[in-house]
């Protein structure tokens, strides 16, 4: 099944975030690759304009490694991310415990836009900036994207999406 449709993502702006953050540590190395660990979210945070109520989200168990590729200028040409985690939406008196687990790979285009390619297990979330229609979702299988950061909100609006799996529409499951 593919499904298209323009979106944001919350997760993949929040590793690219970090990612920065860490390319900006990093970036003067000699090296070719930087890996770090990714920190999980075990502090609770809400997530408001997604879903029609506010969402909480946290990662309950897991690890994660992210490694950053330059190219000889030093300019980074390259995302990878694997996690292993198990993370939890609530809201309304309901909960989602889910498996978060797979791979990211962020690729930055010459344009200043990002391809963003995730594998396994993984979630999205989008404001509706762009396209009006805000959600939160968790995705099974391979989802590919191409954004564009907005520093306005601090988050990746996507110009288009295309997954092959299934979906599970998290503003609707914490609604019910």
């Known amino acids: 099944m593919t499904i298209e449709r323009s979106r944001g993502s919350l997760a993949g702006s929040l590793v690219v975030a970090f990612a920065v953050v860490s390319m900006t540590a990093s970036a003067a ?3 070719t690759k930087v890996r770090s660990d990714v920190p999980l979210v075990t502090d609770p945070i ?21 490694t ?8 980074l040409v390259r995302i990878d991310v694997r996690a292993h985690v198990v993370s939890r939406f609530t809201a309304n008196g309901n ?8 791979t990211l790979t962020v690729v930055p285009q010459p344009d200043g836009t990002d391809l963003v390619t995730l594998h396994g297990h993984s979630w999205n979330a989008d404001q509706g900036l762009l396209t009006g229609d805000p959600f939160m979702a968790i995705a099974t299988g391979r989802v590919v994207i191409l954004s564009v950061y907005n520093p306005a909100t601090g988050y990746n609006d996507f ?15 914490l609604a019910e």
């Not at 950053?68 to 300019?75: A, Q, V």
């Open 29 to 31: 190395s000699a090296l």
């Open 46 to 66: 809400v997530f408001s304009g997604f879903c029609p109520f506010p969402v909480t989200y946290q990662d309950l168990a897991g690890s994660g490694t992210q």
């Open 68 to 75: 950053l590729t330059f190219d000889e200028e030093g300019n």
């Open 159 to 173: 110009l288009w999406i295309e997954q092959n799996g299934r979906e599970l529409d998290v503003c609707a499951a």
């Open 95 to 102: 909960t989602i415990t889910f498996n978060n687990s797979g």
